[in-house]
């Protein structure tokens, strides 16, 4: 069982940078792909971003590709999101996930074992 732990959100202006941060544990956080999902209020989960598990090969949502940064930490079972130019509406809660399996996936359903979330709010 995989419990994962989110940190770094917060309030920030538009234009901002916020770093989120994602502690796993009581897995082998190296065999497992990380996704990042957002929730906004009233709104479906979406896709954020995703690493693979050698931390080499990412993707992104179009909606955050050229201003978030998916990297992660092998060595400290950690996954960050690294968010640059914030936009209000990127306003959302954050939640930090982790797949079984070698392949990247933009699904919910493809993902094993979630974090509690962290909000991040943008103000204009």
């Known amino acids: 069982q995989v419990q994962l732990v989110e940190s770094g959100g917060g309030l920030v202006q538009a234009g901002g940078s916020l770093r989120l941060s994602c502690a796993a544990s009581g897995g082998t956080f190296s065999t497992y792909v990380m996704g990042w999902f957002r929730q906004a209020p009233g709104k479906e989960r979406e896709f954020v971003a995703t690493?693979?598990?050698?931390?080499?090969?990412?993707l992104y949502a179009d909606s955050v590709k050229g201003r978030f940064t998916a990297s992660r930490d092998n060595a400290k079972n950690t996954v960050y999101l690294q968010m640059n130019s914030l936009k209000p509406e990127d306003t959302a809660v954050y939640y930090c996930?982790?797949?079984?399996?070698?392949?990247?996936?933009?699904?919910?359903?493809?993902?094993?074992?979630w974090g509690q979330g962290t909000q991040v709010t943008v103000s204009s």
């Open positions: 690493i693979r598990r050698s931390g080499v090969n990412t």
């Open positions: 996930a982790a797949r079984m399996g070698p392949n990247a996936s933009t699904q919910i359903k493809e993902y094993n074992y």
